[in-house]
C-alpha cells in the first residue's frame, strides 16, 4: 500500500508564505504523477496544482503566479511553494498521487490525510 503524509501547513498572515510537502511511501514502482487540492468548509475541492512525470504543470487560475509545484522523484515528494498568500486561500490541502505500484499492474489513485492552511487578514 501506498501513504501520502503532508507537512507544511500553518497559520500565516495575509500576504506571507508557506511551503507545503507530501511525501509518498510504501510500495512504488513509478509515480506517474503528483498534485495538490484544497477544500474550504462547505465548499468543493478543488484542483490547485498538478505536476505529471512529462514536466507540465497545470495551475488553478485562482493561484497562477502565487503557488509552484515541484516534485523531487528520488524523494518520492511533492512540494506546493505558496507566496503572496490571502484569505481564500483558507482550506485543507491534500496531496494525491498516481502510481504504479509493480510493473505489471496498471496506475492506482491515493489521497493524503491533508495539511490545514489558515491565512488571516
Known amino acids: 500500500q501506498v501513504h501520502l503524509v503532508e507537512s507544511g501547513g500553518g497559520l500565516v498572515q495575509a500576504g506571507g508564505s508557506l511551503r507545503l510537502s507530501c511525501a509518498a511511501s510504501?510500495?512504488?514502482?513509478?509515480?506517474?504523477?503528483m498534485g495538490w487540492f484544497r477544500q474550504a468548509p462547505g465548499k468543493q475541492r478543488e484542483l490547485v496544482a498538478a505536476?505529471?512525470?512529462?514536466?507540465?504543470?497545470n495551475y488553478a487560475d485562482s493561484v497562477k503566479g502565487r503557488f509552484t509545484i515541484s516534485r523531487d522523484n528520488a524523494k518520492n515528494t511533492v512540494y506546493l511553494q505558496m507566496n503572496s498568500l490571502k484569505p481564500e486561500d483558507t482550506a485543507v490541502y491534500y496531496c494525491?498521487?498516481?502510481?504504479?505500484?509493480?510493473?505489471?499492474?496498471?496506475?492506482?489513485?491515493?489521497w493524503g490525510q491533508g495539511t490545514q492552511v489558515t491565512v488571516s487578514s
Open positions: 494525491d498521487a498516481w502510481v504504479t505500484t509493480s510493473q505489471a499492474m496498471g496506475v492506482q489513485h491515493f
Open positions: 510504501g510500495s512504488i514502482f513509478s509515480i506517474n504523477a
Open positions: 505536476i505529471p512525470s512529462g514536466g507540465s504543470t
